[in-house]
């Protein structure tokens, strides 16, 4: 008969509290950097568990203003659980990795989408909307988010982790830092700021590390907002429970960290902290193909995708080009970036018709399913990108009708507490 | 019984020649002017049929080898069928078009895909390859393409006008002239050029036109090149046939025009002349939604994707971010387009360890029904981009295995005559 | 250049005229006999075109009344283009048919989906609805049917041969005339009848042949009603355009046939003449397996499907059981055709809350892409079938609501010209 | 910041011990009778979790022979969590039950699928292969399954309650019992039996009751094994996680139970114990319409299907008709059932060649996310069933080639110790 002892649960390697501090918990790091021990270690085929804390570290609550957004601390940010090694991965191999599942806590099911200021984390539309902070608290039914927010919505998660990657070789390393600061140097005075150097303050490993190497670690190591050729902070949306990644190995270990759980995200993730944001546990399987950079020419890592990625047949798309026209009408040249945020205003101008707020159209772009396709780069001088809405994710019709679209009242999204937006 | 009394077929509103050149035959544009009279004028709900020359107007043969591309005129492209009048459709309104279905003509079941000689219409890759002109011959077999140029693929299509748009007002056109025109100010010696000015060379209308009005509209009609706000060349895949698509309306009567259809494209269109361009027949039905600019925020089409799009759920998904690792290593600040490049550059060196030559891999993630998404903008300062090779097109299997990828003999596209690759 | 020289059209290998009645047209035969010489003879590889009849022969036409489907003559039924010789195949070898398109004539955009008499034809529910002659009429729009005797839907076609499959030999035509005439035996008095002996009266095969084969031909001739396992009237949806199928092959050159072109059809075709019937041109390529009976194990054709079927994910899905509870509340013993009928009740009886009438609703099941999935067959005595209806077919919104279901006027389709339903 | 005070989790109503035989547990009960009181209330809109054991109450073990399944005790079985009572829910209502997840023990990560012998629950071949007992664990990781009994194959989870359902009225058990009895009566000595009536012995309600009503309850209470009018064992896979299903209510509060949890199951469960059966826990929440049974002219339960059911496009796919030429070749008249048996019987040959034993095929088939389409039930005397095996759930190719099939050495399943199979 079924027993306690021929049912043998998966391991979970690392355990985190999601209402501790991250920097105050054990294998939880924030900087990318070769010299960060395994905090655990696997070998190729086992099932294990991690967990994750979201990845303010607990910093965003379950209320109803956007304050703590504003204030959030951002050189404590992008917790990451690990590294974890796997046993006979070397530099040149590809590390397998199988995301089998991602799920928020049993005892926390809820997340958070937010419009981070101009000033402190900006977004897509920082400087054209002047971002003020706001959010979206979404509830977990199951498969399902709802938010008390943004009313009139319920969609299926496609849960992924925002960020894994493997960890860096010390020249990997060198190199970003060098072609970073470059970018830096360029745009000295950037809001927000082009990118992020090495900053010691807020570095934590999450071990017990000689203060030497821990040292070098908070002065090199490097910021994990963007994403790299290791992965990192991809912000793929279908990298999602079932996908299988195939990752450069660049040390002994390969020593690959996870973090920055989404239960949903739009394609782009555009109000930077886009995603519903969560705390969860990820659950993985792991193998070794040694040579495997050379075999399939691995620059960045590559995916299979899930079968159990929602299915919303039905969507309304809209189109961008790399022309300005929702601001001062400049023309750019077959720039995609432009073109994605001309379809996504255009989307959002269609929602507020709806009787969605900008802030609340904002936030449901950046966390619903919404899938944005590069239409064509080679028009010159337009870059053409689509956003397809899915209208199943709606429970009220949202389709273009010959009589226009009922515009509902759907109140507003969490603002800050003195009403600014 | 049925009897041809009670079997009416659907009118076709402008017949062409697909073996003639298109400025000797009526009803062929190429430039976007609001003076170009509609050559046809349909009724709300009315089903009807246009043809439609290539692109290029028969300037490319069915035959092995790339010589016509290296030598294509592209004074004389973007033969645009049209424009067509829809009664009751004013400026403001809204006109539905839906495109019910896109066909090769039955006497050319072929079409064609070319990369770009660098000084006669580039590419995305035109620097990085110093293009030289190549090509593939697609075979269609019912809703199936094959190559004798590249083997080893077969996929259905997703077949759509990679141009359609409405006529713009002499404001609008004024606007695009003078924002385009500043660009080419802004880069005077751009190879390629960075945009297209009005050109009265090889300007046609298909149709007797008083002198004077033909000269404004060789003088200062749009180029064809560039998808803009009433649609234009977007090479949206997804337009495909069963989609609807919402355009909005700047002149009396809509006055669309439809040309440059393709069998299948990726998302992209990477190497220009990268859909299946081919020659062939459109059937349309349209309304006219009254004040539809304002109803749905309108400032460039949306659309309704098609119920019939190939389905392919196996997929091998690269990753790119805006640094140029395949080239200088050059850090770029957020640049959806430079993230693409890398995508489909790790896409390509992978398609190399299958067999296929660098030629054959760019013309056929440009040509087959490759996917490609925006992961993310906002993780400053990389962009990440993915591009997704549906596994079911290949007769071999493409999936990454321990062992690495099997090599093929898949010999060479069409080159030129001169064998200079 | 594009030349018609170099654009060389696939081959129609048999023509028909849609408006002639199907017995004075060379090439069609309506009977399966092993001695039914090939009209036309291809090799593998080859793609070639084959022109269809409607199943009727052209004995409905485009009105408004169904007085032609009360008085069909069913002896001349199922027309079949064919017999086609593939070069190379012998008995135990398996026949791979690509159907790489399947559309109607241009110049008979129209198809029909029938309600047959009780006593002429039946259909699943003859004689719980006493079942009197009814139709729609359906147009096409591209990939699309509407019909004005079915208000309110728009479907993408699933458009597939009903009937398609390889000669029989002397041997398999003897088996089946053996068992069918069991039946028969076995129910002598059934309206409708179980199965239909081999019968001369209306026998043809379309070629000139010796008088002594065609008295063998129609007097022992299988008649085409059911599906066997040679293929035969399978009317199986999803043998649509882009699906490969293998089938077993029982005489040299497999002489294959094919008619009962469908626009679409719902899964179980429930009306008899359920599938959106029309004329049109099927093509084709093929190739051998030799020995492929033994290799794949064939009893029956095994098929891979296209990747162009109609994809619409929201449905509404019906259950059923094996126990009449719309009828004599009987309990039938693990029957699925029972099971099958209850869900499709359910879904009519659904579809009267909206507004469709019975035999609307009867109908429109019988011929949009429905979908009815085996749900269990183990839990006695109850097998249980489901009836996906999708939602998106619709114009209107038939989700159920808190609220009840909007109920509109949909008048009805067509019937007897005596007014009797 | 998030805190264990800002969230909240979903309560779980019902707690089991999946290692614990069911008739020691609290609110399982394994009868269907309408005296049995409510376990628990919820409100419309809360969202609860429900824990299940496996159907059999623990009885089968993690190991490597079936003689668990020879043996188990078939008096014991559905054991059924619940009932809920809804508030408001009144005879004639609609509950609307959300079934938002449906996960494994995370201390129990597998399941198993079993073939019963033919004289203890039998299954759809019981009798044609004279069944031994026979069995395949399956181990859960994340969203898949794999089975050391079966190897080469991993698939995604289409995870959902094989038996869920409202209480029945009185007057509908008596129905029950009245009908079912009959056909009992008229195949007095049928083995595996027709059907199963009230039977005391075995008989639990998992809550203290009066002896009288527990006697009624045990005298009168229809069996679990068929699925009827209230939902009950339907065993419809698409009943997943993520859908919503319609129930009609035929007692105050609706009191409705859920059980049978399956990981993974193919249409038609064909083995009986054909899912992946696992304990597990059920996230829920409902809402009643108010006479919905009229507004939706609910005879049975209508649901609206998940977006997160696995994908997987390609497929071979396998067709039947009602002719039992695996066996006596018998004639059947348009008998569905009988068709899908041999459209199952050709892809048990089919796997048969690819390696897989008789039992492993039966097994897979009944496991995996097969799909069993209903082709045509009008061309009489033959139905016409379809069964689709997905391609992508296999680690090696099963797709027909030219050169046949290749044949691998999957070993066995887990047999009885006896070795009989």
């Known amino acids: 008969m079924a027993t306690q002892a021929n049912s043998v649960p998966h391991p979970t390697l690392i355990q985190v509290d999601p209402f501790i501090p991250a920097d105050q918990q054990k294998g939880i790091h924030n900087r990318w950097h070769p010299e960060i021990p395994p905090f655990a270690t696997v070998k190729p085929g086992e099932v294990f568990k991690i967990e994750c804390v979201d990845w303010t570290g607990a910093q965003i609550g379950n209320n109803d203003n956007s304050d703590d957004v504003k204030n959030v601390d951002l050189t404590k940010i992008h917790n990451l659980s690990g590294p974890i090694a796997v046993e006979g991965a070397e530099p040149g191999d590809c590390l397998v990795v199988d995301i089998l599942d991602v799920t928020p806590f049993e005892k926390m099911p809820w997340g958070y989408t937010g419009i981070f200021e101009l000033n402190n984390g900006g977004g897509l539309f920082a400087r054209e909307f002047d971002s003020k902070a706001a959010k979206a608290i979404w509830d977990f039914h199951g498969i399902y988010a709802t938010s008390r927010h943004i009313p009139g919505v319920r969609f299926a998660g496609v849960s992924h982790p925002g960020l894994i990657g493997t960890a860096p070789s010390a020249e990997l390393l060198a190199t970003w830092n060098k072609r970073e600061g470059e970018l830096i140097a360029a745009h000295p005075n950037a809001v927000p700021p082009v990118a992020f150097p090495p900053e010691p303050i807020g570095a934590y490993v999450g071990q017990d590390i000689a203060p030497d190497v821990m040292k070098r670690i908070a002065d090199q190591g490097a910021r994990t907002v963007p994403g790299r050729e290791h992965g990192g902070n991809c912000d793929i949306k279908n990298l999602s429970r079932g996908s299988r990644c195939y990752f450069p190995v660049f040390v002994k270990g390969a020593n690959f960290s996870v973090g920055d759980l989404h239960f949903s995200q739009g394609d782009g993730e555009m109000s930077f902290c886009g995603a519903i944001e969560m705390a969860g546990i990820i659950t993985f399987s792991t193998s070794v193909i040694k040579g495997g950079i050379e075999k399939f020419a691995l620059k960045q890592p590559i995916f299979l995708p899930s079968p159990v ?88 019709d949202i389709l273009p009708k010959p009589e226009g679209l009922t515009k509902h009242d759907f109140g507003q999204c969490a603002i800050r507490s003195d009403g600014v937006v």
Do not use: W
């Open 309 to 396: 990625d929602p299915l919303y047949s039905s969507k309304v798309i809209f189109e961008g080009i790399s022309v300005d026209y929702h601001g001062d009408g400049k023309q750019y040249n077959m720039d995609a970036s432009v073109a994605y945020k001309q379809a996504a205003l255009n989307a959002i101008e269609y929602l507020k018709k709806v009787g969605y707020t900008r802030e609340q159209a904002y936030l449901l772009l950046s966390a619903a399913p919404v899938e944005s396709h590069v239409g064509a780069l080679v028009d010159s001088p337009n870059a053409c990108v689509t956003m397809a809405i899915p209208t199943g994710i709606f429970t009220h």
